[in-house]
């Protein structure tokens, strides 16, 4: 009775592993006959009823079937774990003659370029380099900074207001406010940043540009650390030959004030289409920090001066590569970055 019952067994599963072709179904195979409440289970957990004669004999066949059906899994597993794995080798076949996808790689924008030199050009001689946020309070950008409401220098920096106390940065001039207040001298910082302006795009304007403000206090700075520090810079970034000049000018910042220019690197100061056949090429502003300033950041301006400057980073930067249009730094068109 049993025996023939694990001959049937026996029969079935083979049947079954005859149609098992993924290794899913071989597992369902396995459960199905030779796990805990599988079929050949099932059967030898009747050996208990029979008669002592018949146990061995049956059980031998028992073991049999069982280690048949384990067998047979076996094989059919390694049959099917080899087709799987050459299938999948098909399926990923890699033709290494093709042309490679070449992963583009990111440059400097030019901005940055000139930026980071000028930065290192300051650090070299001691700056840190300071910052400041770019929604400002009025005080910061204007009133103490010597440009009080009613002062006629705010028309030619207007801006976006969020209040009447709170703006768009027009100048970084702002940030000497900012550390002055909270640091005692000596201080000697550059802070680079975006400003902003209201005014028409065209070539040469843009309503948001980068400057880069110069800051240094101590007992007895005067112009001619500033006109070192300037000729320095300008050797740095355009060559050993190029000097600059500074001429009168007018900040209610500093007094007195002067105009920043540097011999134009073209043509050596001789004049050329590049500087307009001036010689000279403006780079920025720049004076001895006013001691009303000072004052009002508590620094005593009878042991205390200074020297300050502004410079346009875009207009270093036009200069430098030769770029016609400042909209070209802002539009951010790969073809025109990768020239860099
Ligand atoms: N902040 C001035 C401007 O934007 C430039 C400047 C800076 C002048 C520092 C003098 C000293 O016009």
Redesign the pocket.
């Known amino acids: 009775m049993i025996k023939k019952q694990l001959e049937e067994v026996k029969e079935k599963a083979l049947e079954a592993l005859s149609h098992a072709d993924i290794l899913d179904s071989l597992e369902q195979v396995r459960v199905r006959f030779l796990g805990k409440k599988g079929e050949v289970t099932a059967i030898l957990s009747q050996m208990g009823k029979l008669s002592p004669e018949e146990r061995p004999v049956i059980g031998q066949k028992a073991n049999e079937v069982r280690g048949l059906i384990e067998k047979k899994i076996a094989e059919r597993k390694e049959e099917l774990s080899k087709a799987a794995a050459e299938q999948k080798l098909k399926s990923e076949k890699l033709d290494i003659t093709l042309p490679g996808k070449r992963s583009r790689i990111g440059k400097k924008h030019p901005v940055s370029v000139v930026l980071d030199e000028i930065k290192d050009a300051f650090v070299s001689m001691g700056y840190s380099i300071a910052d400041g946020p770019e929604v400002e309070y009025d005080y910061y950008n204007f009133e103490a900074l010597n440009i009080p409401k009613s002062h006629p220098a705010r028309d030619t920096q207007d801006t976006f207001y969020f209040s009447p106390e709170m703006l768009l940065r027009t100048?970084t001039?702002s940030v000497q406010i900012r550390t002055m207040e909270k640091r005692k001298p000596p201080i000697k910082i550059l802070a680079p940043g975006r400003v902003y302006r209201i005014d028409e795009i065209d070539a040469t304007h843009s309503p948001v540009f980068h400057?880069i403000?110069g800051l240094v206090v101590d007992k007895g700075i005067t112009m001619a650390h500033l006109k070192g520090a300037l000729d320095s810079m300008a050797k740095k970034l355009f060559g050993e030959n190029v000097t600059t000049r500074i001429r009168p000018d007018y900040?209610p910042f500093?007094e007195p004030?002067a105009e920043i220019s540097v011999s134009c690197f073209m043509c050596g100061g001789e004049g050329c289409p590049f500087c307009k056949n001036e010689g000279w090429v403006e780079i920025?502003?720049?004076?001895m920090v006013n001691p009303k300033v000072l004052e009002g950041c508590g620094i005593d301006s009878s042991e205390y001066t200074g020297f300050?400057?502004?410079m346009g980073l875009e207009r270093l930067v036009m200069r430098r590569y030769r770029i016609t249009d400042i909209r070209m730094l802002f539009e951010n068109d790969v073809r025109f970055l990768n020239n860099f």
Do not use: L, M, P, V
């Open positions: 100048q001039s400057q403000e900040f500093t004030s920025g502003g720049a004076g300050a400057f502004g």
